[in-house]
């Protein structure tokens, strides 16, 4: 194997590195297996297929300064931080997995080296390492360019409650339960050590645990880092990370001094393609209003932008409320 230290926290990076190997180095997997182990800023990563809006609260996230972005790979949102670690093997599809899916050979790799640090670890179900019956880690895979990229997650000392906060999108849902029950679920591997350990001595430990104590290395060239920023630039992009969202419907409901309303609209590639505001409220010229949302973009800051423009289309609801009141955002 291979090892390539990215020297970044920078999530879009560090995703993009991968990209870049399978793309644009495909001499470094001819022969062999990169592996790449990095952390990020706080971030959200979402799955390939899945539909960003549902998955996290991106108001909350867009506040508090977490990274948003779309993996090549399928599976759930994972959240990363700068106490945990994310791994990606990067190698050439032989005949027999050219084709499809499959984790066992890496998880068990990754067990191991945490095995051999004094944790207990379990592989479970489809792509899931466990700790104590709780989950550690989470596994995805995608193909490309004749190439396999397995990439996954390693809980250390994760801020649990900034996970929950993030991918919880119902404002009605009650955070304190939220955490409780993902809780019961997940952990912190630094929780199940009989010793004290910084996360960089982790990753050394890691790292020379599946490299082994004398291993290959390919550093970063300067035309590598220009590279990988091109495709990182193109993953940072609105149309890449909530653009490729699937088609959906919403329904959301506020009250405000001047009455009830309720906005069902469908968006589509990111973007509001029908509208409707129901409700007991006060309008001139709804249909304007209307017309004018049609094909922004479903994020707060485009709406309000537009709905400015019709300050006083309702009566005694804000531009701000309205906006509020489309994007399900309190």
Same mark, same amino acid.
């Given at each position: ?19 870049? !190997? ?28 899945? /539909? ?31 106490? $945990? ?39 479970? $179900? ?52 939220? !955490? ?44 590598? !880092? ?16 909530? $653009? ?67 300050? /006083? ?18």
């Amino acid at each position: 194997m291979i090892y390539i230290e990215t020297n970044s926290t920078n999530p879009y990076f560090n995703l993009a590195t991968e990209l870049y !190997i399978v793309t644009k180095k495909p001499e470094l997997i001819e022969k062999n297996t990169v592996f790449m182990l990095w952390r990020t800023e706080p971030t959200l990563m979402v799955g390939k297929y899945q /539909n960003v809006f549902e998955e996290i609260d991106v108001e909350y996230a867009k506040a508090q300064g977490i990274h948003i972005l779309r993996r090549m790979s399928g599976g759930g949102t994972v959240f990363t931080d700068l106490g $945990g670690y994310q791994y990606s093997f990067i190698r050439k599809s032989d005949n027999a997995e050219a084709d499809k899916i499959n984790f066992s050979e890496y998880m068990q790799l990754i067990k191991s080296a945490l095995n051999n640090l004094g944790a207990n670890a379990c592989v479970t $179900g489809r792509n899931d390492i466990t700790l104590a019956g709780k989950k550690i880690s989470g596994n995805a895979q995608y193909k490309q360019n004749g190439a396999t990229v397995h990439h996954g997650t390693l809980l250390f000392s994760t801020d649990i409650e900034q996970m929950v906060r993030a991918t919880t999108v119902d404002p009605n849902k009650i955070i304190s339960k939220s !955490i409780k029950s993902v809780r019961e679920r997940v952990t912190n591997i630094s929780e199940h050590l009989n010793y004290e350990i910084a996360p960089e001595e982790f990753k050394a430990r890691v790292v020379n645990s599946i490299m082994g104590e004398s291993y290959d290395s390919h550093e970063l060239t300067q035309a590598d !880092i220009s590279g990988i920023n091109e495709i990182a630039h193109e993953f940072m992009s609105w149309e890449f990370v909530f $653009g490729k969202s699937p088609k959906f419907s919403i329904i959301n409901t506020g009250y405000f001094a001047g009455g009830k309303l309720t906005a069902s609209l469908n968006v589509e590639n990111g973007h509001i393609s029908s509208l409707a505001l129901t409700g007991d409220f006060f309008a001139v010229d709804l249909d304007s209003l209307i017309n004018a949302l049609i094909g922004c973009k479903y994020e707060y800051e485009a709406v309000l932008e537009r709905l400015q423009a019709h300050e /006083n289309a309702i009566y005694r609801i804000s531009s701000e409320e309205l906006a509020k009141a489309i994007m399900g955002v309190e």
